[in-house]
């Protein structure tokens, strides 16, 4: 089940984005909290390319998953803990889950520490050259599903 | 019936309310742990030794400027303060503060500015400037081994809210407060540094990173700009609201400026 109100479109307004979550959440709560866990349909055209995703999240400088995740990336040292290790999430979750998990984890738990990294509603002060950008763009979301989906061994 | 219906109604809206009005837990760690302890050994060693602390260049221009002569009243800090400072051990514990005779919040570095301005004829350091950062840490050094002891009641309280809600918004592209790292998350890794709890009784500090020394406000700035945030001007009263909530989260820590940061 899909359901379009729980995500804001990077292009909403701030307050529709809040209404369109809170009212996205109020319906998941009626559906047993079943929603938003996934998102099937990809942001791109292109295939995400696995080669490319492994390359997108060492990149220290583009906000990359090491600073908070062990990954099975041993080239890079020191490896964050603030979230799980990444280890086996090809196995534990499929690439429609994943790519909810990067592009708004918080419409699955609205606390995370872990930032959307695409979406632009709900974002307060955010530095100058970064605004009206999202983290990563639709193709890197891609290409980091793309592998996240190959780490299907535990360590 | 209805009695017993409006009874339970009204207790209802009572039970709200008063969950609403019940202050949320304060999540600080208690007992406060400086960053020094979340430091790699080697930085530690650095921090430990006065001769070979890099913040000692900062402090012997202090110690300098201290008893130099300034601006057109041609006196020196030395002049009212004590040629070792001995008017100010324990002043730099228990700023910020609110200012009786203005109501300001001010800091250590306004103290010193507002001391050149009206009573020394001379003209404010800029913040950040090498000479504030020297006398800041040749002050503060003064009160080195005394348990950091804001007031945040009283005048100092508006303040103290205003800070703490900064301490707990989120904010830029990463969306993160500093809560959700300096409280809930302190000893955890973040690449290959330890979070630790935000506390500033160390500062100005030598940090690594800069290869230079850093006010308690360009600690702020690196923060917020790291999360993608705006960040607010050093000395603005933004950043003097966080500094008073956040030396309070500090309150009993030993001043230990100059501090060795990575």
């Known amino acids: 089940m899909r359901m379009d109100g729980m995500r804001a479109s990077p292009q909403t307004s701030g307050a529709e984005g809040r209404r369109r979550l809170a009212l996205g959440l109020a319906l998941a709560l009626c559906a047993g909290g079943a929603a938003a866990q996934e998102m099937p349909e990809p942001l791109t055209a292109e295939p995400g390319n696995p080669e490319r995703g492994r390359l997108v999240v060492r990149d220290l400088g583009a906000a990359s998953c090491l600073i908070c995740h062990a990954m099975p990336i041993p080239e890079e040292p020191d490896h964050g803990d603030i979230g799980p290790p990444l280890h086996g999430v090809g196995a534990r979750f499929t690439p429609a889950e994943l790519r909810q998990r990067l592009v708004d984890p918080k419409a699955i738990d609205p606390d995370t520490v872990m930032p959307s990294y695409y979406q632009l509603e709900g974002l307060r002060d955010v530095l100058g050259r970064y605004v009206g950008r999202t983290i990563y763009t639709a193709q890197q979301i891609e290409d980091v599903v793309a592998y996240l989906a190959t780490l299907t061994e535990d360590p | 019936m209805r009695a017993a219906l409006t009874l339970a109604a009204l207790g209802a809206v009572l039970c709200g309310a008063l969950g609403a009005s019940a202050q949320e837990p304060d999540p600080t760690p208690r007992p406060p742990i ?60 228990r700023l910020p503060a609110v200012d009786p005779q203005t109501g300001a919040l001010m800091n250590l570095e306004g103290h010193i500015n507002d001391c050149r301005e009206s009573r020394m004829n001379a003209d404010p350091y800029a913040y950040e400037s090498e000479d504030l950062l020297a006398l800041t840490a040749y002050v503060s050094h003064l009160s080195r081994g005394v348990p950091v002891a804001v007031a945040v009641d009283g005048p100092a309280a508006p303040f103290f809210e205003q800070g703490r809600a900064l301490f707990f918004e989120r904010r830029g592209q990463l969306d993160l407060s500093c809560t959700q790292c ?6 955890q890794m973040l690449r290959g540094d330890r979070i630790s709890q935000g506390h500033v ?14 006010s308690r406000h360009r600690m702020f700035e690196w923060c917020n700009t790291s999360l993608r945030a705006e960040p607010f001007a050093p000395g603005s009263p933004e950043y003097l609201a966080l500094e008073l909530y956040v030396a309070w989260r500090g309150n009993g820590l030993p001043i230990e400026t100059p501090a060795v940061r990575r």
């Open chain 2, 34 to 93: 400086s960053g020094y302890d979340y430091m790699a050994r080697a930085t530690q060693e650095l921090q430990d030794d006065d001769f070979v602390n890099p913040g000692f260049f900062a402090i012997d221009r202090g110690r300098r400027l201290w008893s130099e002569p300034a601006g057109a009243s041609g006196a020196a800090c030395a002049d009212c303060h004590g040629a070792e400072g001995e008017g100010l051990v324990g002043a730099a514990a």
């Open chain 2, 201 to 214: 009784n160390g500062f100005p500090i030598y940090r690594l990173k800069w290869f230079a020394m850093g």
């Open chain 2, 182 to 187: 300096h409280d809930a998350r302190a000893g």
